[in-house]
């Protein structure tokens, strides 16, 4: 069953990001003042675009010495609106002050599936300097049938010693951090507002069999964020 080091329960989505934000800010500002950048990597989804509004206008929060990455994305035109990295654009990225080379996107360019997820590799290893891969802050969504990125159950397991796998839907074809690359994350925030996660979330918390994909993340530094 899914494990949480902690679970953040608010009346209502405004209250929960307020407590989004303040958790967010003093691991930037811890960042910060031992002079290094945080890794930040954002989710698709309509459930996380009230927190992204809220986020582009928090003036305490200084994005200068934040990097942007995506946990997943469907295998299509960066202007369509079925990109991830379109929707954070447009609802964060796009209306606060950084400058591109802070925005570290999955190319869906080459044609070739295969190719896009090695270039998304090879981008992550360069930023980590082929060290010990673990973002700072891994900001998830969760599905209604429990998915998490593009994790689905079963793709989950496949090839879980990638950093990012591919894997083929009905609708799309789509790229995606693999768990064991977002459980190697130093903080991993599941983002389950609204009363339409109140079903799933009842059901990962209660999974003895890991039927969900959102069951497998790990526990530690692992936060739940939801509404009663």
């Known amino acids: 069953m899914a494990k949480f080091s902690k679970i953040i329960r608010e009346s209502n989505e405004n209250l929960l990001i307020n407590k989004f934000i303040d958790l967010f800010s003093k691991r930037l500002e811890r960042k910060v003042k031992n002079g290094k950048r945080l890794s930040f990597v954002l989710t698709g989804g309509k459930s996380p675009i009230k927190l992204y509004k809220k986020l582009a206008i928090t003036k305490k929060l200084n994005w200068r010495n934040v990097d942007f990455f995506i946990g997943d994305e469907r295998y299509v035109k960066e202007t369509s609106k079925n990109s991830n990295i379109n929707l954070c654009k447009e609802h964060f990225l796009n209306k606060i002050k950084i400058s591109q080379k802070q925005i570290f ?3 869906t360019n080459s044609n070739s599936i295969k190719k896009d997820v ?3 590799i090879k981008k992550i290893k ?21 998915h998490i990125a593009s994790l689905f159950i079963n793709n989950i397991k496949r090839k879980n010693s ?21 459980n190697n994350s130093k903080n991993i925030f599941l983002w389950a507002p609204g009363k339409r996660k109140k079903i799933i979330i009842k059901k990962i918390l209660s999974d003895k069999y890991k039927k969900y994909p959102a069951s497998y993340l790990r526990k530690k530094n692992n936060i739940l964020f939801n509404c009663n």
């Open 118 to 120: 090695d270039k998304y």
């Open 162 to 182: 990638l950093l990012v796998d591919h894997v083929k839907k009905k609708d799309f074809l789509r790229i995606t951090l693999s768990i064991k690359c977002i």
């Open 105 to 107: 996107k999955i190319s």
């Open 126 to 146: 360069k930023y980590f300097l082929n060290k010990n891969i673990s973002f700072d802050v891994m900001l998830l969504g969760i599905g209604n049938d429990g």
